[in-house]
């Protein structure tokens, strides 16, 4: 059994990265579906709940803004942070002085979305918890503001506000589009032990925009079953 909910998104700036860019950053038009999971996530997350997104709506029309940031060109590997831990000697510092980088980043400004949302309970949930526990907990920390980490859009610099919505707002938007593919999620294999890897492999879909609103699942069972 699934259970169904409703929420707005609203924000400032997003950035919805098209994997294809290398080095800038260029936005999609609208959320992925694993962007918005993952923002679902942050108001409410545990291993034996799996969300998936069903439709979403679009109310602000699509408008882009470029900006430039100063980044790091950096990262720490996983390796060294298992190394650290582990308890061999290990800096595990990124020095800005040393690998700063100014980047340009195509952002979309002023979004406004609706998502319908439903999930469902793995194997890996805990005995005693149900669908209506789950239900209670997620719907209560919506109604409330409260999240097990800031909801954001896209890139951790740009918060989100949701709020939870008994039935969506209609979209008012003449909006009709073939975004292209996109990415849909990342499917993470497990190793002989049963422990998920850190990489994951993208699945891409073909979503249409029809009068502002997207049919998620419509366009997923249409693409991921090629």
């Known amino acids: 059994m699934a259970f169904g909910f409703n929420f707005t998104v609203k924000g400032d ?8 860019f290398g080095v ?50 950096d990262k720490i590997p996983i390796k060294s942070i298992t190394d650290k831990m582990s308890g061999k000697a290990k800096d595990l510092g990124i020095y800005t ?18 998502v319908s949302a439903h999930f469902e309970l793995t194997k890996e949930k805990d005995e005693e918890q149900s669908e209506d526990k789950v239900y209670a907990i997620l719907s209560r920390r919506l109604k409330k503001g409260q999240c097990f980490s800031q909801p954001f859009l896209g ?12 039935a969506l707002p209609q979209s008012t938007l003449n909006y009709n589009a073939d975004l292209g593919y996109m990415l849909y999620d990342l499917q993470y294999a497990k190793d002989k032990n049963g422990k998920a890897l ?19 699942q419509k366009w997923a069972e249409v693409s991921l079953r090629c």
């Open 97 to 114: 002085k040393e690998s700063i980088s100014q980047r340009a980043s195509l952002l979309l400004k002023d979004v406004y979305y609706g």
């Open 198 to 216: 850190d990489s994951g492999e993208p699945r891409f879909y073909r979503p249409h925009v029809e009068n502002g609103v997207i049919d998620v």
């Open 24 to 73: 800038e950053r260029v936005s999609y038009d609208v959320p992925t579906p694993s962007a918005l999971v993952g923002l679902i996530s942050s108001v409410y997350w545990h291993p034996g709940v799996k969300y998936l997104i069903d439709e979403i709506r679009i109310y602000n029309p699509v408008n882009f803004v470029n900006i430039r940031r100063n980044e790091v060109s």
């Open 155 to 166: 890139c951790r610099e740009f918060p989100a506000k949701v709020e939870w919505v008994e």
């Open 13 to 20: 700036y997003a950035l919805f990265t098209r994997p294809e």
